[in-house]
C-alpha cells in the first residue's frame, strides 16, 4: 500500500511537471503561429509526440527541450524557461559585465551605489567576484584593513572567509560561512557548473570553515543578509549586510548573466552616522566616480 501511495506521489509529481511545460509548449507554438505537424516536422519527429507533449501523457528529454527551443526560435530568457518547466537547469551563458553592450547596465551600478552613499555598497557577480563599491564600503573597510590591503580585495567571499579580512567582523560567523557555503552547494548541485564547484572547493580550504559546516547549515534557514560589527571610536557597532539581486525578470532570474547583487551595510543603530567614516580622500580600484 505504502509502495502504491509512493508510486501515485511519483506519478504526479511527473504529471505537474509536464502540465507546466505544457503550458510553455502551446504558448510558444501560438505566440510563433506554428501548428503541431510544422513543429514535429521541424523536429524530426511525429505530431502525435508533439500532441502528448502538449496534453501532458509525455515528457520531454533535456535534448528535446533544446531542440525545441531552437525549432522555435526562442531567445536565451524563454529556453531557459522552457528547460525550467520541463524540470532542468537553465543553461548558464556567462556575459562579461564589462562588454561594450552592457555599458548602460555599468552605468545605472554607477548611480545606485552613489545613491547609496554613505551606506557601505558593493557590487558582485554570480561567483562573488567584486565589480564596483562605493565610497562608503571603501571608508568603512579602510577601518578593517589595511589601504593596500582593501585595494587587493576582489572577491567578497574570499574577504568574508579570510579570518585576516572582513571575517573578523562578521558576527556568528561560523553559521554565516555556512549558510554562504551552502548556497553554493545548492547552486553546483543543480547547475553543475565548474566554476560554481571550484569556488566551493577554494572556499572550503580556508581555516576559518567550520568542520560540520554542512549539519550547520542544515539547521539555519538561508537569509539575504548577515550581521556585522566592528569596533569604531572604541565602541563596538553592529551592521546588517543586506543583499539584493539586481538581475532578470521571470522564473529563471537567478541564473540569468550576468548575475548580479548589490550588498549594503546598514546600522542597527538608527543614530549611527555613516557620513562621520565617508573620507573623500580614499580610492580603490573598483570605485568609479
Not at 566592528?230 to 550576468?258: Q, W
Amino acid at each position: 500500500m505504502a509502495h502504491s501511495v509512493a508510486r501515485s506521489s511519483q506519478i504526479m509529481s511527473k504529471n505537474e511537471i509536464s502540465s507546466v511545460f505544457s503550458r510553455f509548449l502551446r504558448f510558444w507554438r501560438s505566440v510563433h503561429k506554428v501548428s503541431q505537424e510544422e513543429l514535429a516536422y521541424r523536429l524530426d519527429s511525429s505530431p502525435r509526440h508533439i500532441s502528448r507533449l502538449e496534453n501532458g501523457s509525455s515528457r520531454p528529454s533535456e535534448a528535446m527541450v533544446t531542440e525545441i527551443g531552437e525549432a522555435l526560435s526562442l531567445g536565451s530568457r524563454d529556453r531557459n524557461h522552457l528547460l525550467l518547466a520541463a524540470g532542468f537547469a537553465p543553461a548558464n551563458e556567462g556575459r562579461d559585465f564589462n562588454s561594450p553592450e552592457l555599458k548602460w547596465l555599468r552605468k545605472a551600478m554607477i548611480m545606485n551605489l552613489r545613491a547609496l552613499d554613505p551606506y557601505p555598497t558593493s557590487v558582485v557577480d554570480g561567483a562573488a567576484n567584486l565589480l564596483m563599491v562605493n565610497r562608503g564600503w571603501v571608508s568603512f573597510y579602510s577601518h578593517v584593513v589595511e589601504d593596500e590591503e582593501l585595494n587587493n580585495v576582489s572577491n567578497l567571499y574570499d574577504f568574508i572567509f579570510d579570518r585576516q579580512g572582513a571575517g573578523n567582523i562578521i558576527s556568528d560567523w561560523e553559521d554565516t560561512l555556512s549558510a554562504i557555503l551552502m548556497s553554493i552547494q545548492q547552486t553546483a548541485l543543480f547547475t553543475n557548473d565548474e566554476t560554481t564547484k571550484a569556488t566551493l572547493e577554494r572556499l572550503q580550504q580556508y581555516p576559518s570553515v567550520p568542520e560540520d559546516w554542512q549539519q550547520r547549515a542544515a539547521r539555519t534557514e538561508p537569509m539575504a543578509s548577515f550581521k556585522v560589527q566592528i569596533p569604531i571610536d572604541g565602541t563596538l557597532k553592529r551592521f546588517f549586510s543586506v543583499g539584493t539581486m539586481a538581475g532578470a525578470l521571470g522564473p529563471n532570474a537567478f541564473a540569468s548573466e550576468p548575475r548580479l547583487s548589490i550588498f549594503t551595510l546598514y546600522p542597527e543603530d538608527d543614530s549611527f552616522d555613516f557620513d562621520a567614516l565617508l573620507d573623500e580622500s580614499k580610492t580603490h580600484p573598483l570605485l568609479f566616480y
